[in-house]
Every structure is written in C-alpha cells, then in structure tokens.
C-alpha cells in the first residue's frame, strides 16, 4: 500500500496497517515535514463537537476578515474553488448540521482520545490529561460559552463553567485576567513533534518505510484500479492507495474521479521556551481565537485561520494580531517575550461543512482519502488511521463513514 501524504495522518495511516501486516509505503513531499503537524497546538479535543461551518461563522468572518491582525482572513481571488468552496460553506453553516454533526464529532474524538491512551502506554510522547480551559475576557463570551458547555454536558462530555477565581485554583501557575471560563477536563494536549516522530518509528518497526521529498504529480488508472503513482521521477505501484497530502490534497488528486473541495487555512504559532510563566493546563482565549498549549517547559502560542489558498508567506501583522491578544488574558506576559522568535506556520487542510474525508473512493477500488481534518487533524490522528485500516481489510468501520465519506461533493 502506498500512503500520499507523510503528516500525522499519513503516518497515522500507515503505522496503523503496517501494524496489520500489509507492506507500507509513505510518500511526504517535505522533507522537513512542517506540513500542518509539527508546529500546531498539539490539542486532543473532545470538546470541539461544533463543526466549523456553523450558524454565524459567516457574520463572523466578514466581520474579521478586514482586519488585518483579526484572527480570520479570506483573500479574495480570482478562483473559481475558492467560491465554489465559499458556496457550499454557506449552505452548510446551519443549525441542522451542527445539530447531526454533534454526535458524529464527539465519537470521533473519544475514541481517538482512547486510542492516544492506549498509545502512551507505549511511549512517552508528552500526552497530558488534564483537560483544556475556554478562557473568556468578557461576560458576553463567558455566556455564549456557557451555553455551549450545557450543550456538551447534554451530549455526554464534561464540562463546568468556572469562575476567575476557581480557575486559579485550577491552575495556580500561571496569571489570568478573565471574566471566567469553562473546563473541558476531557481534553488533553501533547507535544505534536514527539508523536510525530513516534508514528514514524511505529510505521518503520512494523516494516513500513517513509521516502521524503516526493511530491506525487501523476497516476496511473487502469479503469477502476489505481496501479501506480509518480513524483521526482520515481514510480510507485502497489495494491491500494490512501491520499493522505493534507492542504494539497485536491491539487495531487486533480486528475482522479475525486473531488475534494477543499481550501487551505493558514495558521501560526509562536513558541517560548523560558516563560515567564508555565500554564500546567491548555487553553484557548475565546474572543482572540488563540490556543495556548504548555510542552514540557516550552510554552505555545498559536491562532489565526487565514484562508489564502497555498500560500507560504508569512503576515507580521497576523503574527502581531497573537501577541497583542497575549497579556490581555495572560497580563505578565508581553510581545516584546516573543522578540527574536521565528514563527512557524501550517496549511490546515479545510472542508466546507467542516467534517474530514475519510474513507473509500466509490470510483476507484482500490483507493482511499484521508483528509480534510482542519484544526482538528492532530486531535483525530489515531481514530483516522484505525478506521482507514479497517476499510482497507474490509471490516465494518468502529464508526459510521457515511457523513465522512470522500464522495459526498460528487
């Protein structure tokens, strides 16, 4: 089997059925890897059951999307996918999805925070459970949050909404100045880099082997059947295929029966490695839409979702836009802490009703998609690759693809 795409899905996949006894291939056209996976915010999140497309994500965007240091941006151009991209979004964002979505997500989380405990068993790669806070600047926030806590509650996932000062005795070390927050105490974070390194190892032990700097810009199809795949002027042939490519997922598929509509969201993180202070729990600052994630004795920052399609450049004022969200809920900390540190950034793979592409292609036999995953692709790494595993041995998937499947913009 080959495996397009050698982020932490990809690897995920192929650790996964290499560990099934079927010979694994895994293609990443980085050969660092950033990808989307290294740099992020490393979160497990049951709590996140809302799908990104959701009623007033709309007015929100447009809203934001002038501001430069805001934490969304849409760039408008001249493509046709983008508004195809943007259509479908909108007809998406209503309360009927996010009502069907709910369940769906929250399974797809569980049983991926199940899967990531089962795997530290294993190894260490810093997965922490102490849950995640939803801290809030404002009363307003603090009750929007409320109400999607009791929505949480009611769906099976913990969640208290706490006061300024419960969430310093919840978490003593570090400064907050916030009207309150909610604690998920489900939620878990790890540092990305460890498990990254982690599923390659598991891939290579099981006798699967990664090939870095091949970006796959040919298929071979033989009716039904993909027989092969070629990049950097090698080939690659095997018995099934899983497209795994992240943000240039469409773009690699681009000559296959698929489509993928897809776009890619920019984000950034900064990382300090001497805070001034070390939060034992991961946060999110609701209004700046910023996630802070503690990495052994490094601190992350990230945040922003800019919609700009394949685009590597870096946007100061995008990065000026985290800092300055920084001390208003954590007050000892300043923009000048962040002086001299270089930015990282990754394309999160976005769909538009904010569900990932998981599973067979009903066109091609022998070919599966594994992507689409947007903030949450860490999160679902482990619950992506089992249930990938058991579509391709032929089993009944642990969980419904139905509403996932690769097909359904066909």
């Known amino acids: 089997m080959v495996v397009v795409g050698g982020g932490v899905i990809g690897l ?7 560990e099934r006894g079927h010979q694994v291939l895994v293609l990443e056209q980085d050969a660092k890897q950033l990808g989307s996976s290294l740099g992020n915010a490393g979160m497990i999140v049951p709590s996140h059951f809302i799908p990104l497309a959701a009623p007033g994500m709309i007015g929100l965007g447009l809203k934001w999307m002038w501001n430069p240091e805001s934490p969304f941006a849409l760039r408008p151009r001249a493509d046709w996918k983008l508004w195809d991209w ?8 209503t ?14 989380n569980m049983a991926s925070r199940e899967l990531y405990c089962q795997l530290s068993q294993r190894e260490d790669f810093g997965l922490v459970r102490r849950g995640l806070l939803m801290l809030c600047k404002t009363e307003h926030a603090l009750e929007e949050e409320s109400r999607v806590a009791r929505q949480a509650e009611a769906m099976g996932i913990p969640a208290q909404v706490l006061s300024l000062e419960s969430l310093r005795k919840l978490d003593p070390a570090v400064t907050m100045d916030v009207a309150g927050g909610v604690y998920f105490p489900n ?3 790890l540092s990305p880099d460890r498990f990254v390194a982690f599923q390659r190892k598991r891939l290579e032990k099981a006798g ?13 199809v033989d009716g039904k059947r993909v027989r092969g795949c070629h990049g950097q002027g090698q080939g690659f042939e095997a018995d099934a295929f899983v497209l795994s490519g992240g943000a240039w997922s469409p773009k690699t598929a681009e000559t296959l029966p698929v489509k993928l509509p897809m776009q890619a969201g920019k984000g950034y993180s900064l990382t300090l490695d001497h805070p001034v202070e070390l939060p034992q729990i991961c946060s999110i600052f609701t209004e700046a839409r910023v996630a802070v994630t503690p990495m052994g004795g490094r601190l992350r920052f990230g945040g922003t979702m800019e919609i700009s399609g394949l685009d590597t450049t870096i946007r100061p004022r995008r990065i000026d836009g985290i800092l300055k969200s920084i001390p208003k809920y954590y007050p000892n900390f300043q923009p000048s802490h962040f002086n001299g540190i270089v930015p990282w950034y990754g394309l999160r793979p976005c769909s538009p009703d ?5 599973g067979p292609v009903s066109r091609l036999e022998n070919f ?17 690759g089992h249930l990938i595993a058991q579509s391709i041995d032929r089993q009944p998937t642990s969980i419904d693809l139905t509403r996932l499947s690769p097909d359904r913009y066909q």
């Not at 995920?12 to 290499?18: F, I, T």
């Open 208 to 220: 699967g082997k990664l090939i870095e700097s091949v970006c796959v810009d040919r298929w071979d």
């Open 12 to 18: 995920s996949v192929g650790a996964e059925v290499a």
């Open 187 to 189: 939620d878990c974070h």
């Open 86 to 93: 943007a259509w479908k979004f909108y007809r998406a964002a």
């Open 368 to 384: 599966w998609v594994a992507t689409g995953h947007a903030m949450m692709g860490l999160s679902l790494a482990p619950i992506t």
């Open 95 to 108: 309360a009927e999805h996010v009502r069907r979505s709910g369940p769906l997500l929250r399974d797809l």
């Open 354 to 358: 904010g569900l990932p592409y998981i």
